[in-house]
């Protein structure tokens, strides 16, 4: 079962804006995390977020966590064609052997 | 590059076969996690496994098994494929210290095709 949902489920934006991605979920987590993936290959890991903070950065990555909502967004700001790709978010779980649960994905277009 | 390694890249297979999938580990990692990713779908939990014993599991059924070896390299089987198995299978590798566990590195995948 999908725990995150991102939305939209399809984002088509020109070079050089920025691209807004959230992501819902429904049980409590320790963290929550967004990847990217290019063509169906590997996933690369972006950044974590911990269930104690409520933002954070990276480069052109802006992250925010809001868990009375259990909601986050993913921002990236000057966004360029190497940008397009799909995007995911998964939450890690509480308590013991907790997993990674992924969204289905948002597919982010950036046209040069 | 992330340094996890899967064997191999694609792989065709018929109805009722059994596949081994192969995950070596990013260096200083001892937990790795098996993904199916169907088209168009986010990655499925399947198992993961630390210092060589199943620790959590998705909900696939039996004929879905792994192993971690003491080099914390592993593999995934699948008995009796069926048409639905047709996925990108991915593993991850990640350091848990103290039942902490963080960033998961991601292999780039085995193209599984069951005809």
């Known amino acids: 079962s999908q725990q995150g949902e991102e939305d939209p489920q399809a984002l088509s934006i020109q070079e050089g804006e920025n691209a807004t991605m959230n992501c819902s979920y429904k049980?409590?987590?320790?963290?929550l995390q967004w990847y990217r993936q290019n063509s169906g290959r590997g996933l690369v890991h972006l950044i974590l977020?911990?269930?104690?903070?409520r933002e954070k950065h990276s480069g052109r990555l802006r992250v925010t966590l809001d868990t009375s909502k259990k909601s986050s967004s993913l921002l990236i700001t000057a966004s360029r064609a190497a940008d397009t790709a799909s995007y995911f978010c998964?939450?890690?779980?509480?308590?013991?052997?907790?997993?990674?649960?992924f969204g289905k994905g948002i597919t982010l277009s950036v046209r040069p | 590059e992330t340094g996890v390694t899967q064997s191999p890249t694609h792989l065709i297979k018929t109805r009722g076969q059994q596949v081994t999938l192969r995950c070596s580990s990013q260096?200083?990692?001892?937990?790795v996690s098996w993904y199916q990713q169907a088209l168009g779908q986010g990655p499925q939990f399947i198992f993961q496994y630390y210092r060589e014993e199943e620790n959590g599991r998705g909900n696939f059924p039996p004929r879905f098994s792994g192993l971690q070896f003491p080099n914390y390299s592993s593999e995934l089987n699948v008995n009796a494929l069926e048409l639905d198995d047709s996925a990108l299978y991915l593993c991850?590798?990640?350091?848990?210290?103290?039942?902490?566990?963080?960033?998961?590195?991601f292999g780039p995948g085995t193209r599984l095709l069951v005809l």
């Open positions: 260096s200083g990692h001892n937990t």
């Open positions: 998964a939450t890690r779980n509480t308590g013991a052997n907790s997993k990674l649960t």
């Open positions: 991850a590798s990640s350091l848990a210290v103290g039942g902490a566990q963080e960033t998961q590195y």
């Open positions: 977020i911990r269930s104690n903070e």
């Open positions: 049980t409590s987590i320790n963290n």
